[in-house]
C-alpha cells in the first residue's frame, strides 16, 4: 500500500515535471550536424573548416536565426570513415537534425552523405573535394566548394597560361612530374590533372603515388631527378609536402616550378616549418586572404571577424570556403521555410547568384546533381611566406617570381 | 651507378633514425617480454618535450636530447610500475591492451593539449646537407646514424661489463632463476623500461632536427620499427640495427626501382617472410637478450 502510494507520488511529479517541461510554445531550434574531422591527423583543416560554418551560424543567428529560429550546431567527430558512417547515424536518428554540414576530408564525405541520403536529410558539403561525393545519383546532396577536378584542371591552365607565359616556356616543352599522396584526395586530384594534361597534350615524364605518411621521399625525388622534370605538380597534406621541399632542397632538386593543390600547400604551419625553402611555390587553392578584394567582396570582413572570435588570423582559406558556402545553405533553408528535403531541394535549385559576388568570389548555381556550377579558383604564390594571389590579373595582388 | 650509391646512402642514414627508436623496442621487449605500443608515443612526447624547451629555453635538440632522454627514463619506469607491473602475471593479452590504452591516450591527450597543429623545430645545426665526392648527406640524418652506432655500442658494454648490465641479461634469460639469484626482477624491469624509453627520448632529440612534432608523430614510425624488431630478433640490439639497416636500405631502393607508394608492400613482404622461415629474426636467439 505505502510502496502504491510512493509509486503514484512519483508517477505524478514526473507527470508535473514533463508538463513543466513542455512549457510555453517557443520556437524550437533548428538542428544542424556538423560532420568533421575534429581529431586525428587531419584536425587541423577539419576543425579550420568547422570554425567558418560556426561562424556562419554565429552570425546568423545574431541576425534572428532561420525564419525565427536559432540554430542549434551538433558537432560530430569522424576520423575516418568508419567513424563518419556511425557519427552520421547518430545525428540523422538520435539527434534528428534538420541538414548536415561537413566535412573536408572527402572520404569522411563520402561515407556519410550515403548515410544522410539514405535517412533522407540534407548533406550541405561546403570543403570536400571528391568528384564522386556529388555524382552518385545522390538527391539530398549538396556541395557549394569547387571539386578536384576544377582544381585539377586549374592547375594546368595556370601552368598553360600563367606560368609558362611568365617563364616564355612553350607549355609543351614542360616535363611534367605529377606525385601525390595515396589516399582518395591524391588519387583523384591526379587523376584528373592526368587526364587534362592528356587534352592539353602537355608532355608528363613521371606519375608517382607515396603514403602521406612517408618518412623519408629521398628515392621518388631521385626518380624526379633522373627523370629531368622541370615542373611538378603535388598534391599531398601538411607532413608529406614539409617532407618533400626539405628533401627536395637536401638533394639539391630545383623544378621550375612546382604547384601544389591545396592540402598541406594551404597552410601558414607549412611555411612557417619551412621558412624561405617554400618561398615560390605556388597554389591552387581556395581564395586566399591576399586576394584583390574587388574580386571577393567581403573577404576583409570575414577575416576581422575571424580574429576577433579565435584570436588568430585564419589558418588557410578553409574557414573562409566553409563560411561562404554554409551562408548560401542558410540563405537557401530561410527561403524553403521548412525542413522537408523537397523543399529544400526545390530552394537548392532555385538559389542564384552571380560569379564575384561573396567572399570567395564564388557565385552560386547548382545543378541537377546538386553540385555548385559557379566556383573560381586562383593560383597563389607563397612569397616572403605569405600566400599571395598571383593569377588571374582581375584577382591578383603580385606577379608571380620565378628562382633565377 | 651514381644513383645506386646515392639510394644506398640514404637508406643506410635513414635506416640510422630507424635503429634509434628500435633499440628502445627491442630492450624492453627481450627483457621484460612487453611490446610496448606506446612507443611512438613516447618519441611524440620527447619531441614535444624538445618543442618547448627550444621555445621557452632557446636550447638546440642536440642538447636537449640529454635532458629529455632522462625525463623519458623516468615516464617509462613509471609506465612500467604502475601499469605494467600489475598485469606481469596476467595474459598477454591484457598487457598489450594496456599499452595500447596508454598509446591511444597519450596521442589524444597530445591531440587535446596541443592541438593538431605541425610543429617545427627551427634550428641551423643539424640541418641541410653536405656533399661528399659527388653524393649528398643529410646533416641530421649522418647524426642520427653515427649515434645510433654509439648507442648500441654503448648498451653492449653496458650490458656484458656492469654488475647490473649482468642482472639485466639474466632477468632476459630466465627470469625465475635470476629471482633466485637475489636479482629484484621487478627493479630490473622497471629500469629495463626505463633505460628503453631513454633510448627513444634520445631518437626524439635527434630526429626533431629532421622532422616536425604533431601528435600523430609516434604512428609514422612506428610500424616500420616493429618490422625491425621482428627482423632483427626481439630483444637482440645488434638485430635492431642490422635490421633498421636493411630496413632503411629496401625503402630506398624499392622507393627508386619499384615505386614510392609500394615501399611498404615490400618491408612487409620481408616481415612476413621472415616470419615464415626465421620467426626468432636475424639475431634471435629466441630468447636472447643482446
Redesign the interface.
Known sequence: MRFLAKYCASACAGAIIALGAMGPSQAADLKIGALYPFSGGLALLGDESFRGAEMAVAERNAAGGVNGQQIKLFKADAVDANQAVGEARRLTSVDNVAAIFGSYSSSISFAATQVAELAGVPYFELGAISDEITSRGYKNVYRSNPTAKDFSEASLDALVKIIGPALKIEPKDFRIAIIYEDGLYGTTVSGFQKKRAKELGLNVVESLPYSAKAVDLSSLILRLKGAKADVVLQTSYQTDTILYFKQAKAAGFTPKAVIGVGGGYSLLDTAKALGSTMDGAFDIDFPQYATNEAGAPGMSAFVEAYKKRYGTAPRSGHSLANYVGAQAFLDILANAKSTDKDKIRAAVMAYEKPVGTTATGWGFKFNEAGQNERVTLYLAQWQGGKLITVGPEKAAVAPPIFPK | ME?LV??II?GLL?GG?FAIISIGLTLIFGLVRVINFAHGEFLMIGMYMVYFLNLEFGWHPYVSALPVALALFIIGAVMQRYIIQPLLSAPADIQIFATVGVSIALL?LA?LVF??????V?VEVGT??VGVGGY?I?IGQWVTFITAIVLVGALHLFLTRTHLGRAFRAVAQQRDAAALMGVNVNRIYILAFGVGSACVGLAAGLLST???V?P?VG???IL?AFVVVVLGGMGSMYGALFGALIIGLV??????YF???L??VAYFSIFILILIFRPTGLFGLGRGSE
Open positions: 644513383i646515392q639510394l640514404n635513414l633514425a589524444n591531440l592541438g593538431a597543429d605541425v610543429r617545427p627551427v641541410g646537407s649528398t643529410g629532421q622532422y616536425p604533431f600523430t604512428t609514422y614510425f616500420a625503402d630506398s631502393l624499392s622507393g627508386y615505386a614510392p607508394d615501399k611498404e
